[in-house]
Structures are given as structure tokens and as C-alpha cells.
């Protein structure tokens, strides 16, 4: 399974922009980046996702290093409603839907 | 349009009894996958269904098995249970099997298992 690398947890004051950090050395040219979140007693829910291009979407924007190496997902303004755990994923081709999730980064939104 | 259903949300059961828990995926979806967390494992894939053949499976004991009816309904089953099978279990669905790695997927609420 393709791995992810991203801080245990993360804390930002409401109304601040938020940068999460995730790094995946191994990642091959046709691995897409996926993140999700998962807020309290909920399951996950999609983010965003991209392959080599910044991507922006209603919820966020996704940042991808040149050489593709690492990336950050950019919450523009923190409130205490994405107070999550985000997952950065690196989803192969033909692996169907068959997601590894590792860790993830608990973020923290103090008001 | 709603979202995954999945039922029931909440139960118990003892240890050696068995389970069977339902995913109604997005209309017009017709891939399910399952997923099971636990604090201790996080999120681990279970096993996926497409137009009702399982596609692909992880890497879990044949206790676990699940099925995919023609309307792209899916159960999920447990049998023989140990306290260890105690997890939130996750059902997802997406319109296709996923070959693209571009392809997402969206996730019900969970049904929470306890074992005792």
C-alpha cells in the first residue's frame, strides 16, 4: 500500500487559515491524492482530490509540490465545524475502491 | 439525493453469535465497499462489491463475508463473533469500480458493533 506521512495532530484558531502538510516520497505518476475527513461519530467524507495540479473546491484547495512528493490541503478559513481527522491518501490505478488510510492529522480549531 | 444508508446504526451482540449489517449506497451507484475501524487498526477495507461480484477483499478471516443484491444493495456478515470484532463498521459507495484512480467514494454514517 502506497504510504502517507502527516503530523498526529494540528491546532488553528477559528477564522485562520489552516495548512495541513502530507508527505509521500513513493508516490508513482499515476497515483491520485485523495483526502477526507472524519468528524465525530460520522464516516469519512471526501475533501478534494488531484494528480499534478492545484485543485480548489467549496471546501478547500489542494496544493501539489512539483515533483509531487508532498502536498497540503489549505482550509481557508478554520471554524469549529472542521474540527477533524484528515486523511491523505495516494490511491493507485486498478486498485478499484479499496482505500488505505493511515493515521490521519487531528485537527484542533480553538475559538 | 441521499446519501449511504446504513442499518442498524447501534447494536449488541454476544460473543458467537452472528451479524448481519445492511448498505443502501447512493442511487445510482453501483459499487459497495465495507470498511471496519477500530481505535486500535484505524480504518481497514474489508472487502468491495461491483454489479454483485466481490471485486476485491482485504486481508480479514473468512468470518467476514458480505454479498451485493441486483439493486446494488449490500450486507455485510459476521459470524462466530469475538470481542475483538467490536468496531464501527463502514459502508461506501461510488458510481464505478474505481479503475481511474481519480474515482471517490462516499461513505454512510457506520453501524456500531459491540461484542460482549
Known amino acids: 500500500d502506497a504510504k502517507t506521512t502527516q503530523p498526529n495532530s494540528m491546532e488553528s484558531n477559528e477564522e485562520e487559515p489552516v495548512h495541513l502538510p502530507c508527505n509521500h516520497s513513493?508516490?508513482?505518476?499515476?497515483?491520485?491524492i485523495h483526502w477526507y475527513r472524519q468528524l465525530p461519530s460520522q464516516g469519512p467524507e471526501y475533501v478534494i482530490h488531484?494528480?499534478?495540479s492545484n485543485v480548489n473546491n467549496r471546501m478547500a484547495s489542494l496544493a501539489i509540490a512539483e515533483d509531487r512528493k508532498s502536498s497540503t490541503l489549505i482550509l481557508h478559513r478554520a471554524t469549529l465545524r472542521d474540527a477533524a481527522v484528515y486523511y491523505c491518501?495516494?490511491?493507485?490505478?486498478?486498485?478499484?475502491?479499496?482505500?488505505?488510510f493511515g493515521t490521519g492529522t487531528s485537527l484542533t480549531v480553538i475559538p | 439525493k441521499a446519501g449511504v444508508t446504513q442499518t442498524p446504526r447501534y447494536l449488541i451482540k454476544t460473543r458467537g453469535q452472528q451479524v448481519t449489517l445492511s448498505c443502501s449506497p447512493i442511487?445510482?451507484?453501483?459499487?459497495v465497499s465495507w470498511y471496519q475501524q477500530t481505535p486500535g487498526q484505524g480504518l481497514q477495507f474489508l472487502f468491495e462489491?461491483?454489479?454483485?461480484?466481490?471485486?476485491n477483499k482485504g486481508n480479514f478471516p473468512g468470518r467476514f463475508s458480505g454479498r451485493q443484491f441486483s439493486n446494488s444493495r449490500s450486507e455485510m456478515n459476521v459470524s462466530t463473533l469475538e470481542l475483538g470484532d467490536s468496531a464501527l463498521y463502514l459502508c461506501?459507495?461510488?458510481?464505478?469500480?474505481?479503475?481511474?484512480?481519480?474515482?471517490?467514494?462516499?461513505f454512510g454514517e457506520g453501524s456500531w458493533l459491540t461484542v460482549v
Open positions: 461506501a459507495s461510488s458510481l464505478d469500480l474505481g479503475l481511474s484512480s481519480g474515482n471517490t467514494i462516499y
Open positions: 513513493t508516490i508513482s505518476g499515476t497515483d491520485y
Open positions: 488531484g494528480l499534478t
Open positions: 491518501i495516494l490511491r493507485p490505478a486498478n486498485t478499484g475502491n479499496q482505500f488505505y
Open positions: 442511487s445510482g451507484h453501483r459499487s
Open positions: 462489491y461491483f454489479s454483485e461480484t466481490q471485486r
